[in-house]
């Protein structure tokens, strides 16, 4: 199984700050064929399901504000919210869809401070 | 826009079967372009994904769950289902189903293969909860 590894487990940002969540795989999720990171992120908030923000590890879900990003390669990622809205606050998850089982992080939970 | 919604019990007894079903709507689980799957959350918990099937009936299925999970796809109904055998306290969860999309690759042997892409939509999952 690919472990997925969030850091850190919680996180509290000023609004208007960067907020910074990192996301490493116990194995690469790059695929040589295709060069491409088999790796998506996710933001919930209570009583809701998880909401897609980014796939192929960089890639934006339409509608997603320009504010969140994804960024690495290989075994280490991270999702960047590059200025802190009140309404960001949720708990994110990394989640690679290289191999099955497929798997998530633990989750990062995202506070205003 | 597909809309996924879950249905079923809402309390299991130890050792029996939980039994859930997603029905599709604005969509179509026989699209060729699709994959379908329950991941679980554990109240205050993280995230896990159950099993997946492909509209041929091709399934996948989380080796920690293997021996008690069925997944199922009924086209007429337009629905997929879960069955989770001799469940446990410990298989409290919100059920979520999911759609991933697809995409072709070339494996090591250079042949064309069709594979999953992440989950997008989810429904909106629904409270199982394992208790007598």
């Known amino acids: 199984d690919i472990v997925m590894t969030q850091s850190p487990d919680s996180l509290a940002v000023s609004l208007g700050e960067r907020a910074t969540i990192n996301c490493k795989s116990s194995q690469s999720v790059l695929y040589s064929s295709n060069n491409k990171n088999y790796l998506a992120w996710f933001q919930q908030k209570p009583g809701q399901p998880p909401k897609l923000l980014i796939y192929w590890a960089s890639t934006r879900e339409s509608g997603v504000p320009d504010r969140f990003s994804g960024s690495g390669s290989g075994t280490d990622f991270t999702l960047t919210i590059s200025s802190l809205q009140a309404e960001d606050v949720a708990v994110y998850y990394c989640?690679?869809?290289?191999?099955?089982?497929?798997?998530f992080g633990q989750g990062t939970n995202l506070e205003i401070k | 826009q597909v809309q996924l919604q879950e249905s079923g019990p809402g309390l299991v007894k130890p050792s029996e079967t939980l039994s859930l079903t997603c029905t599709v709507s604005?969509?179509?689980?026989?699209?060729?372009?699709?994959?379908w799957s329950w991941i679980r959350q554990p109240p205050g918990k993280g995230l896990e994904w159950v099993a997946y099937i492909y509209y041929t009936g091709s399934t996948n299925y989380n080796p920690s769950l293997k021996s008690r999970v069925t997944i199922s796809v009924d086209t007429s109904k337009n629905q997929f289902s879960l069955k989770l055998s001799s469940v446990t306290a410990a298989d409290t969860a919100v059920y979520y189903c999911?759609?991933?999309?697809?995409?072709?690759?070339?494996?090591?042997?250079?042949?064309?293969?069709?594979?999953?892409?992440?989950?997008?939509?989810w429904g909106q999952g629904t409270l199982v909860t394992v208790s007598s």
């Open positions: 604005d969509g179509s689980v026989s699209d060729d372009t699709y994959y």
């Open positions: 989640q690679q869809y290289y191999s099955t089982p497929l798997t």
């Open positions: 999911a759609r991933s999309g697809s995409h072709y690759y070339y494996d090591s042997s250079g042949h064309e293969r069709l594979t999953y892409n992440w989950f997008d939509p």
